[in-house]
């Protein structure tokens, strides 16, 4: 999605919505990712425009909570270095790989840290 479309969606939203709110937004977004998760199951030729809901929701949410498009691409970046330095775990009985938890040593009383 580039910044004019994403724009063009949030305005629409936002005229469309005015009382939508990022967790009414969210709790929308939970039921199109069963839609999603149903047709992914299912192989529906269609599944892309779920697909869209889902990037809609969670955008619009993005927005909603004060975010503009230039926040949301800066917390992609963002959280994408500390994903590429992260440890990662095999994957669970649905497929779900989590990141391995850093544990921080704990500062002495007495140090210089």
């Given at each position: 999605?580039?910044?004019?479309?994403?724009?063009?969606?949030?305005?629409?939203?936002?005229?469309?919505?005015?009382?939508?709110?990022?967790?009414?937004?969210?709790?929308?977004?939970?039921?199109?990712?069963?839609?999603?998760?149903?047709?992914?199951?299912?192989?529906?030729?269609?599944?892309?425009?779920?697909?869209?809901?889902?990037?809609?929701?969670l955008?619009?949410?993005?927005?909603?909570?004060?975010?503009t498009?230039?926040?949301?691409?800066?917390?992609?970046?963002?959280?994408?270095?500390?994903?590429?330095?992260?440890?990662?775990?095999?994957?669970?009985?649905?497929?779900?790989?989590?990141?391995?938890?850093?544990?921080?040593?704990?500062?002495?009383?007495?140090?210089?840290?």
């Amino acid at each position: 999605m580039n910044k004019t479309q994403f724009e063009t969606i949030v305005n629409w939203q936002r005229v469309t919505f005015p009382n939508a709110t990022p967790l009414s937004k969210i709790a929308h977004l939970a039921e199109e990712l069963q839609e999603l998760v149903h047709d992914l199951k299912n192989g529906n030729d269609d599944r892309k425009l779920e697909f869209a809901d889902c990037f809609f929701l969670l955008f619009g949410a993005a927005a909603a909570d004060g975010m503009t498009y230039d926040d949301i691409i800066n917390a992609i970046e963002e959280k994408w270095e500390i994903n590429k330095v992260r440890s990662w775990g095999k994957p669970d009985e649905d497929g779900v790989v989590r990141h391995i938890a850093r544990i921080t040593p704990p500062v002495s009383e007495g140090s210089d840290e």
